[in-house]
């Protein structure tokens, strides 16, 4: 396992811009996760992929936020008019087809909206 | 709405303690619970994960244990070390279908040498 990698690790937009993150999951975990986490508080999660299909969205993944996981591997994570509101850490998660369904975190992205 | 908390929110001990932390969850039905380690804007490393029909997990100097019933988890470091400085995090899956995990906001834990 080489681990739960996402890029870039840190940006720095204007308000107003869109922004795309990445997140490649360990390889054949078939689930994947995006989580949102704020300074002080913990992770909160926006949405769930198995393979392709998004099956999960949280009620906090607005219409500006959109993920994709084309092929089932890696996703995308495109947040759209971006607000200050939007700055945080941005975390990814995968998770094997196994009964535990422990979820593997990767580094994050930082965004910060100025 | 499953809520989770964990106290204390930060906690400071000389090096060597044994020390608990708590983590409390307002809806028992759920299907596991996951410890985690976040170092400063870092991403997070998971310690340990239990099952609900299980009662506790064992890693190295840190137990975790579970009373789904109660609605209580408890994280045990033994020997604490510098180097166990950081934030823990306490995670929920609901049942239910779920995926998602339900965190709180974690103890800040600092070990002095």
């Known amino acids: 396992d080489t681990g739960v990698s996402q890029n870039p690790r840190h940006k720095i937009t204007k308000r107003g811009q869109n922004v795309t993150f990445r997140c490649d999951p360990i390889?054949?975990?078939?689930?994947l996760y995006w989580y949102r986490q704020t300074l002080g508080q913990g992770p909160e999660f926006l949405t769930y992929f198995q393979n392709e299909a998004q099956l999960e969205k949280s009620r906090l993944l607005s219409d500006r936020f959109s993920a994709e996981r084309p092929k089932g591997s890696f996703s995308t994570l495109e947040i759209q008019r971006t607000e200050q509101g939007d700055s945080a850490m941005y975390l990814c998660?995968?998770?094997?087809?196994?009964?535990?369904?422990?979820?593997?975190f990767g580094p994050g992205t930082r965004l910060t909206v100025t | 709405k499953q809520e989770v908390t964990q106290i204390p929110a930060a906690l400071s001990v000389p090096e060597g303690e044994n020390l608990v932390l708590n983590c409390s969850f307002t809806?028992?039905?759920?299907?596991?619970l996951q410890w985690f380690r976040q170092d400063p804007g870092k991403g997070l490393t998971s310690l340990l994960l239990?099952?609900?029909?299980?009662r506790e997990q064992t890693s190295g100097r840190l137990n975790a244990s579970l009373d789904k019933s109660s609605g209580r988890s408890t994280l045990y470091i033994a020997a604490s070390q510098p180097g166990d400085s950081a934030t823990y995090l306490c995670a929920v899956r609901p049942e239910g279908g779920s995926e998602k995990l339900v965190f709180g906001k974690g103890t800040k834990l600092t070990v002095n040498p």
């Open positions: 809806d028992s039905a759920i299907y596991n």
């Open positions: 390889s054949e975990h078939n689930r």
């Open positions: 239990i099952q609900s029909s299980q």
């Open positions: 998660a995968s998770s094997p087809v196994r009964r535990n369904y422990e979820q593997y």
